[in-house]
């Protein structure tokens, strides 16, 4: 995923618990992290990541045809032997501005998910 847009429509989308992982991807870019290091930097118990990106997993198909704000590597293409997630750069520049305008106009405050049928 590579549209602002939809970055920030993604993120709007999103529960509280993704918006989480997506904002510490956005802190790091371009920097593939195995799960326990973004658990851990999130203050999150172990397989909480694969929770919440199974929770996720209808709506990105759904609505945004599969496509990820984010980037994985498996466990054999990545460095450290475990699954790794990062955000590129303008992945994670789309959702600084998302959040920077939220911050800005109370009334895009993302709230609780709409209600889907």
């Keep these: 995923m590579a ?3 939809e970055i920030e429509r993604f993120y709007d989308r999103a529960s509280d618990l993704m918006r989480a992982l997506l904002g510490e ?3 790091a870019p371009d920097t593939p992290r195995p799960f326990p290091e973004v658990e851990d930097a999130l203050g999150w118990p172990r397989r909480r990541i694969a929770s919440v990106l199974g929770g ?3 709506m990105r198909h759904s609505e945004f045809g599969g496509r990820r704000p984010y980037h994985f590597h498996d466990e054999r293409q990545a460095a450290s032997r475990r699954w790794e997630m ?3 750069a303008d992945q994670a520049a789309a959702l600084r501005i998302d959040t920077s305008s ?4 109370p009334s895009r405050t993302p709230g609780p998910s709409p ?3």
């Design 86 to 88: 990062w955000m590129d």
């Design 56 to 58: 996720v997993s209808h």
């Design 115 to 117: 209600a889907r049928s």
């Design 3 to 5: 549209d602002a847009g």
């Design 25 to 27: 991807l956005a802190e």
């Design 102 to 105: 939220a911050r800005e106009d």
